[in-house]
């Protein structure tokens, strides 16, 4: 039972536009959320999180939207950089701190 | 240098043989993770310590075992490797809650490795 879903394998976007990237959960004991970004041979590197008490966070290009009555969460990239290319992982934190993720996303980012 | 380092990188065996991946880390942090990804999944956590005297079982630890040497070193054994064991492993660390480091919530990842079961 997959607890963290992001359902798009993959998303394709036109370098200087919005980027938006999905996910979904069911468990509503989560009491946070981080997205963590992964280059080809290297590991995920955190990028942007928000508590489950805000439905907002925002840093610099990047900003995590949070609906806890849908249980979805996105993260919006302005603009979209040749840099953003990379496999997103949505992760939800557990209240014994351990982190349940999704699948990824392959994001590409068309010159 | 990096702050989480993994040895091997990538690593061939054979069905049955035993196998150890090391992870070794520079941040400080108390607490260390062993997850593996496998294709058009997330990760999934094996084994978890939060500190030298704690270990604790993940959601797939079944076929794996660990040893936390010291702060710094966190293990991860095959006692007898299987096909279905081939996959991506990643070793990470996190601060402990209170602790100067940042976030207690973020962890940070090894560069992985790549094991491959014949």
Redesign the interface.
């Known amino acids: 039972d997959q607890q963290v879903k992001q359902n798009s394998p993959s998303l394709s976007v036109q370098e200087g536009r919005i980027s938006i990237l999905n996910c979904d959960y069911t468990n509503s004991m989560f009491d946070y959320f981080l997205w963590y970004k992964k280059y080809p041979a290297e590991g995920p590197t955190f990028l942007i999180s928000i508590s489950s008490i805000k439905d907002k966070n925002e840093d610099g290009r990047f900003t995590v939207f949070l609906n806890k009555s849908a249980k979805h969460l996105s993260l919006h990239i302005v603009p979209s950089q040749p840099g953003d290319s990379a496999v997103y992982f949505c992760a939800a934190k557990h209240s014994n701190y351990q982190l349940i993720w999704g699948a990824g996303t392959k994001l590409i980012i068309k010159p | 240098d990096a702050d989480?380092t993994q040895t091997p990188r990538n690593r061939i065996t054979k069905t049955g043989k035993r196998i150890m991946l090391e992870c070794s880390q520079t941040k400080g942090h108390d607490?260390m993770y062993w997850y593996r990804q496998d294709p058009?999944?997330?990760?999934?956590?094996i084994y978890?310590s939060f500190d030298v005297k704690d270990i604790n079982k993940?959601e797939i630890s079944d076929g794996y075992s660990v040893s936390r040497q010291a702060q710094a070193k966190f293990s991860l054994s095959l006692e007898s490797a299987i096909p279905n064991q081939t996959a991506l492993y990643?070793c990470?660390t996190?601060d402990t809650p209170g602790g100067v480091g940042g976030?207690?919530?973020?962890?940070?990842?090894?560069?992985?490795t790549r094991l491959t079961v014949l």
């Open positions: 989480v607490r058009g999944l997330g990760l999934q956590l978890y993940g990643f990470a996190s976030s207690y919530n973020e962890q940070f990842f090894g560069p992985g």
